[in-house]
């Protein structure tokens, strides 16, 4: 068997172990990463980049069926448009192998080199990949963990063609009649949205009390506003319970008492992601976990010396650019550097219609925390440029503290706000306080406007409420 050794050995290139990659060989580190499918991972081949292809191409033809109508206020008429769902998904196909193609490339330009296959750990600093140049054993002095995540199934419902996952979902060869989607998260509102612009009839069905449990209410309140508008069917307090003759069996109320059949032509499960953990053997290494996901600690070392772990094996958020984050850390660790995980915010970004966008704190979460707070709130209804953008739905929140009006969190509801996601993390990082942005000349007319207007409502300050 061919032996190969190295100082920094990946196991997973997904945004996480890609980043470590990248950074790890500019740092001059003799680095090895193991992929047994496509450089990218989640990420690039079908999570992020193909999903919010879909929502574009969606939102496109969603706009045209609008102007079809020949009731838009704009004074626009079109024709009826038609999609050809095969030509969307060969666009979406081909942004994500450009950038797939690219991952790999920055990887080999950084020195890094790529071992296809399955990694498989032989002990803490031993790992034999399986690929399609044989098996390899690869020695390395320092060994990331960056397995990633994958779809939870519901053991009832298996991925079966009828019954499928968000990768399916990304890949159909027609717009389904019925779509029905389980799970009101993340995935099932941003996928189930666009299925609705592009003509499906889709019921949403959610086990909670409602849509997009991990954001408040009233960031929610829009998203459920345009869903009913686009005559989506929102259940709460339902729970899937199994295959009926033409569809979906689900249980409303509490206890799942109030049994109804939803008939479907496809059935979309998005009920949550689970680490990869399981496999690898990974348990042999016998590491401290959190349930499934592997514990690290502010350097993302686990309990074993030399093995670390990033991005989705380690846990909430399991967001792209939070392992991306970890990836370049661990890279300056072992090259020495002296880093450890000090971030104060992670943004979100949920890309439903409208977007919603939080970074740090929430009002409530703040008050969780017994800290005295003033909070701003500026809606889009009087912001000029939404307004041209007919994009009134929305606001723009500041959460600050009350004791010396630094900014502990700002979040948004409306029409593009994912790109205002950098404002938010730069103040919140920076230490801003309500002053400081308020004081910022923002440019008019753009939507940022409501940014500084929130922070200055939250002082009393407000000028155009
Ligand atoms: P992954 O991207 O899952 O990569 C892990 C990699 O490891 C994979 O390529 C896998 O093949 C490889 N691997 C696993 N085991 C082995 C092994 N034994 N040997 C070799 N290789 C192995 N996040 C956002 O921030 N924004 C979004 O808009 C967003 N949208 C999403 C939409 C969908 C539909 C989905 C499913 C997810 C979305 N996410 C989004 C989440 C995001 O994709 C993940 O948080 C991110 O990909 C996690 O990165 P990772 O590197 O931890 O793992
Ligand atoms: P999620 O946790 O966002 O949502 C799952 C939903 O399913 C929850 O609302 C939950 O209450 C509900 N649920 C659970 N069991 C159920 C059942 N039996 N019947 C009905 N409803 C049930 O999970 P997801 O949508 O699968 O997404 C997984 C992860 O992927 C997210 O947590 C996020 O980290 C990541 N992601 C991020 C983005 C983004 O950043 N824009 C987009 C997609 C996915």
Redesign the pocket.
């Known amino acids: 068997m061919r032996v190969e050794t190295c100082k920094l050995l990946i ?8 980043v470590c990659g990248i950074r790890a060989g500019q740092l001059g580190i003799d680095t090895i990463l ?10 690039l ?4 980049i ?3 292809a879909l929502i574009h191409a969606a939102e496109e033809f969603h706009k045209l069926r609008g102007f079809a109508g020949g009731t838009s206020p704009l004074g626009i008429s079109a024709k009826a448009p038609a999609i050809d769902l095969a030509a969307t998904l060969s666009w979406k196909d081909g942004i994500v192998e450009r950038l797939t193609r690219g991952v790999a490339g920055l990887l080999k330009k950084a020195g890094t080199r790529i071992l296809a ?4 750990f032989v002990d803490g600093k031993t790992v034999r ?1 399986r690929g399609p140049e044989g098996v390899r054993e690869v020695h390395a002095e320092a060994v990331v963990i ?4 994958a ?1 939870v199934e519901l053991p009832f419902l298996p991925f079966d063609g009828k019954v499928i996952g ?2 399916e979902a ?1 890949a159909l060869d027609a717009v389904p009649e019925r779509l029905v989607v389980v799970g009101g998260g ?2 099932g509102l ?2 189930g949205t666009a299925f609705a612009k592009l003509g499906s009839q889709v019921t949403v069905v959610e086990a909670t009390n409602r849509i997009l449990p991990q954001y408040d209410a009233a960031l929610t309140k829009p998203v459920l506003a345009s869903l009913k508008a686009l005559g989506v069917t929102v259940m709460i307090d339902t729970r899937a319970l199994g295959l009926s003759d033409d569809g979906l069996q689900v249980g409303r109320g509490e206890d799942g008492a109030e049994p109804l059949d939803l008939p479907a032509d496809r059935i979309l499960v998005t009920v949550g ?1 689970r680490p ?1 953990s399981d ?2 053997g990974i348990p042999d290494l016998g590491l401290t976990m959190d349930g499934g996901f592997i514990r690290i600690d502010a350097t993302c070392r686990t309990s074993m010396r030399g093995v670390f772990a ?4 380690t846990g909430e958020p ?6 991306m984050a970890q ?1 370049e850390m661990v890279a300056e660790i072992v090259a020495g550097h002296r880093r450890q995980w000090d971030a104060r915010c992670i943004p979100a ?1 949920c ?1 439903t219609d409208p977007e919603i966008v939080t970074c740090g704190l929430s009002p409530e979460e703040a008050k969780a925390q017994g800290i005295a707070i003033r909070t701003g709130q500026f809606p889009f209804a009087a912001n000029g440029r939404a307004m041209t953008m007919q994009a009134e739905s929305g606001f723009v929140r500041a959460v600050a503290r009350e004791d010396n009006n630094i900014l502990l969190g700002l979040q948004a509801v409306g029409a593009g706000v994912s790109e205002l996601s950098a404002a938010f993390s730069t103040a919140i990082e920076m230490g801003a306080r309500l002053d400081d942005i308020g004081a910022v000349i923002h440019a008019h007319p753009t939507q940022s406007e409501a940014v500084q207007e929130a922070c200055l409502a939250a002082l009393g300050k407000a000028l155009h409420i």
């Not at 196991?11 to 890609?18: A, E, L």
């Not at 193991?34 to 990420?43: A, L, S």
């Not at 296959?117 to 498989?120: I, K, T």
């Not at 960056?146 to 995540?149: L, N, P, Q, W």
Request: charged letters at 20%.
């Open positions: 196991i997973g290139g997904g945004p996480g172990g890609y193991v992929e047994e499918d496509t450089p990218g991972g989640t990420c081949t079908v999570g992020c193909p999903s919010k296959g399955r990694a498989e990949v960056a397995t990633g995540s779809p968000s990768t990304l993340y995935i941003e996928i992601r990869r496999g690898a990033i991005g989705d094996v399991m967001l792209a650019h939070r392992a990836g970004v890309f």
